[in-house]
């Protein structure tokens, strides 16, 4: 049952279809992301670029462990631009495995032994179509898998969008650009301290969805290369000899 702390205020204009139960037994396929499951395409007036690009959310749980801080943990989800239809989501907690432990997935739970694996799984779920990671900073989640490319070339590849940043735009009249501030202007709840990386995950979603949405309605952005020169960063090209055999997606319009 989703946390009705973490349940969706409903978009001015957007209509009923959260409620339809095809929707409903859209978001029981994807536990641990509440509210993940709901479409908005009426309300999203983007180009076919977009419309045709999946975005994947990724957030990463830091943590210290007698060192520096370091990636303990992978939340990722993706949705289809064209409604925002979710398409996927792995949830890879990073720990050293046990003699004799179960490995297999538990509940959307997935152990990995390494970091570089816990991107793995990330990157064995991208398909042919042009994706681009949001993030909610972006920084940190490029950089990890920039020092993880030989375990996801491809995910190291892709635009990374600044969800905070495009939130900031979106809604200018906010005083204090703090996430608290942008995501309530938005109106998106944002999971409680100690909360589930996978809630966390799900909140960015939230946040970059309803800020394109926010910047339509105010004619800021009709296209997915405009959003992307605003808060977009493109990687370095990743060396051909760790890039699949496959082909492989250079930019967004290739």
Known sequence: MTDRRFAQRPDPGLGREGK?????????????FPGLGRGYGDAMRMDREYAACTFVVVGLELSR?????????????????????????????VAAP?????????????????????????ERRLTGAPHVVVAR???????????????????ASLVVWDAMRLAQIACPAVAEPSEK??????????????SLLTQRVWATSEICRRAVVQGVVAGR?????????LVG???????????PSGPVQESLFD
């Open 20 to 32: 339809s139960s095809a929707l409903g037994c859209l978001e029981s396929r994807f536990p641990g």
């Open 65 to 93: 462990r007698g060192g520096p801080y370091g990636v303990s943990g992978v939340a990722a989800l993706a949705a289809r631009g064209d409604g925002w239809v979710p398409q996927w989501r792995v949830h890879a907690r």
């Open 98 to 122: 046990e003699e004799g432990a179960d490995c297999a997935p538990q509940g959307g739970l997935v152990g990995a032994a390494s970091v570089g694996a816990a991107m793995a799984e990330v």
């Open 137 to 155: 900073l972006g920084g940190v989640e490029a950089a990890t898998f920039w020092e993880h490319r030989a375990s996801c070339p491809r995910l």
């Open 181 to 194: 501030s942008l995501a309530a202007a938005l109106g998106v709840d944002l999971p409680g301290a100690g």
């Open 221 to 229: 952005w009709s296209s997915l290369r405009q959003v992307e020169d």
């Open 233 to 243: 960063t493109r990687p370095r090209p990743v060396e051909e000899h760790l890039l």
